[in-house]
């Protein structure tokens, strides 16, 4: 909309734009246009829009063919955008975004969010849509200026800080351009600016404790002009020799470490366990027959390089919301690596029963021990990767302690998000978890006054 239609329109509707909301609208029609290109927007891509106002960005993503969910909490804007927008491929929702649960967006195969975010409420937004694992492909987000140089801050700089850290740990963060007040009615007090924020690939950064580096991080910026030596010396048993295998100054301050650095400190405080590859080749697992019966017994390898049959156990940990935690596999498992999986799982060692196997895995991964309830065998067949498969299904309070080695990370999901997801993205998981949570939801369908 150009300046005088947006001043009309909103007379009629009417609004009074409020500052609170971030009610500042884009009439400058070039930049709009520009901003959509940037985002690339193709038919295939599910669009989230947050605070589409009057829509300017909202038509031109529909023209690109993708479908858009606009996110408005303005009542009076949501009904404009419902008569004046009305298309198959818009859904308006009059509804505060801090409010939005992102995880059900994993239904959808290929989310992009737009978003010109209240400078008030802009860090919460960003940090909520941000949150790893993230079914969320491209952020495009308009910022107030001083926001986006914190986002795409280097070391060494003003901007750089503990947020600047805690995002880019999962994403790369592009500053694309300054956007002066001119190009908004009513005219922000500031300049804005758009960042484009992309997901950065596990494997560019080494394994650490993410837990522990954000506190580390915390720690060490809660007062930036202090040496790091006196906030965080207490948790570092030889300080100067962290500095020096870390080649930084021992009188170094916050900001002037990389976050390969923060890792690298993390890691020095608490070394991240390697699983022992040679030993996991030579593992020894039963050989069984078509009627699970043992046949004999084989290393690791020559089971998974021949294809043949063996047993495995699968844990589904539901929390007291009803909520299922999965792991995310971690990076040296031979199989699936980074595949999200069961809460917890694993082969049936020698002279071991399945339910002794299924007690010692969650231990072993997860650092519990909880009753466990049996709950149905899948047999052995492509699908499984040659496994007989028992799941049980257990309940906790509060959070796992996830071995490292085992494990890159892991999160509670309700069952319905879960079934999204395994339907739009199937290859985000490792296939003998998507057998079993089809027979899971399958027996829970069937026996619903029996199981959550």
């Known amino acids: 909309m150009k300046l005088s239609e947006i001043r009309t329109t909103l007379q009629k509707i009417p609004v009074s734009p409020v500052k609170t909301l971030g009610q500042n609208f884009l009439h400058d029609q070039n930049l709009a246009r520009w901003i959509v290109k940037q985002a ?36 009076r804007l949501a009904n404009f955008l419902r008569e004046h927008l009305s298309h198959p491929r818009l859904e308006v929702q009059n509804a505060d975004a801090l409010m939005f649960d992102p995880r059900v967006l994993f239904s959808q195969r290929r989310v992009k969010l737009l978003g010109n975010l209240p400078y008030n409420i802009s860090s919460q937004l960003l940090l909520k849509f941000l949150e790893y694992p ?17 986002l795409s801050a280097l070391p060494s700089t003003r901007d750089y800080g503990s947020l600047t850290l805690r995002v880019q740990l999962h994403h790369r963060v592009q500053y694309l351009r300054t956007i002066p007040p001119t190009v908004f009615f009513p005219e922000p ?10 997901p950065r690939d596990p494997l560019d950064l080494p394994p650490r404790d993410d837990e522990l580096l954000t506190k580390l991080i915390r720690s060490g910026f809660s007062q930036r002009r202090k040496q790091l030596r006196k906030l965080l010396g207490m948790r570092v048993i030889n300080w100067d020799h962290a500095a020096s295998i870390l080649s930084f100054d021992p009188k170094t301050r916050a900001e002037k470490l990389s976050l390969l650095q923060w890792i690298g400190l ?45 047993r495995a156990v699968h844990i589904l940990i539901f929390d007291q919301a009803g909520e299922v935690y999965l792991q995310q596999r971690s990076r040296w498992k031979d199989r699936h690596s980074l595949k999200w999986d069961s809460s917890a799982a694993g082969h049936v060692a020698p002279r071991e029963s399945y339910e002794e196997t299924a ?3 969650l231990d072993e991964e997860l650092g519990i021990n909880v009753p466990l309830e049996k709950l149905l065998k ?8 040659q496994e007989f498969v028992w799941l049980y299904r257990g309940e906790i309070r509060g959070n796992p302690i996830i071995n ?17 997801w395994v339907s739009a993205r199937p290859e985000n998981f490792a296939p003998g978890f998507i057998e079993c949570w089809k027979a899971y939801r399958g027996k829970k369908g069937a026996n619903s006054d029996k199981l959550t």
């Open 40 to 75: 690339e927007i193709i038919p295939d891509d599910y669009v989230v829009e947050i605070g589409p106002g009057l829509g300017a960005l909202t038509k031109l993503t529909l023209e690109k063919g993708a479908n858009v969910l606009a996110i408005e909490k303005d009542t």
């Open 134 to 150: 993230s079914p969320i492909s491209l952020w495009m987000c308009m910022l107030q200026k001083e926001m986006a140089r914190r």
């Open 189 to 198: 007090e500031v300049d804005s600016a758009l960042v484009r924020i992309l």
């Open 266 to 310: 993390a890691n020095y405080i608490a070394p991240p366990a390697h699983p022992a590859a040679l030993a996991m080749g030579n593992e020894r697992f039963p050989v069984v027959d078509k009627n699970d019966r043992i046949l004999g017994y084989a290393p690791r390898s020559d089971v998974h390089g021949n294809n043949l049959r063996h």
């Open 359 to 361: 007690r010692r895995e």
């Open 378 to 385: 899948l047999p052995a067949s492509a699908s499984t990767e």
């Open 404 to 420: 490292r080695s085992e494990i890159e990370t892991g999160a509670f999901f309700p069952p319905a998000i879960i079934d999204g």
